[in-house]
């Protein structure tokens, strides 16, 4: 069983910056791209960036320039660094790991139970 648990979600106020992290655990052979994704209220879950295992990544216009995708392969942990905070960027996060339990098996793609992140303005 694959478990990923995230933290450091919080209050904050604009133009302050907090650092998530999420930590895979469990059956775990390999994983591929991990990644952070948000949903506001009312509004559907969407990407906010990305990270393959080689290190490559992709951003969210909305965050370009303001938040940094990485990973620790060592400790299967992915962090996201939110600088420059926005009201707008108030939501739950979540995050995701397509992860191969065991070699020769299907790779799944997991997800973490959320964070809330609250920027006040």
């Known amino acids: 069983q694959v478990q990923l648990v995230e933290s450091g979600g919080g209050l904050v106020q604009a133009g302050g910056s907090l650092r998530l992290s999420c930590a895979a655990s469990?059956?775990?052979?390999?994983?591929?791209?991990m990644g952070w994704y948000r949903q506001a209220p009312g509004k559907q879950r969407e990407l906010v960036a990305t990270i393959t295992s080689g290190g490559n990544t992709n951003y969210a216009d909305s965050v370009k320039g303001r938040f940094t995708i990485s990973r620790d392969n060592a400790k299967n942990t992915v962090y996201l660094q939110m600088n420059s905070l926005k009201p707008e960027d108030t939501a739950i996060y979540y995050c995701?790991?397509?992860?191969?339990?065991?070699?020769?098996?299907?790779?799944?793609?997991?997800w973490g139970q959320g964070t809330q992140v609250t920027v006040s303005s």
């Open positions: 995701n790991a397509d992860i191969q339990p065991y070699a020769l098996y299907a790779i799944n793609r997991y």
């Open positions: 469990g059956r775990i052979f390999s994983i591929n791209a």
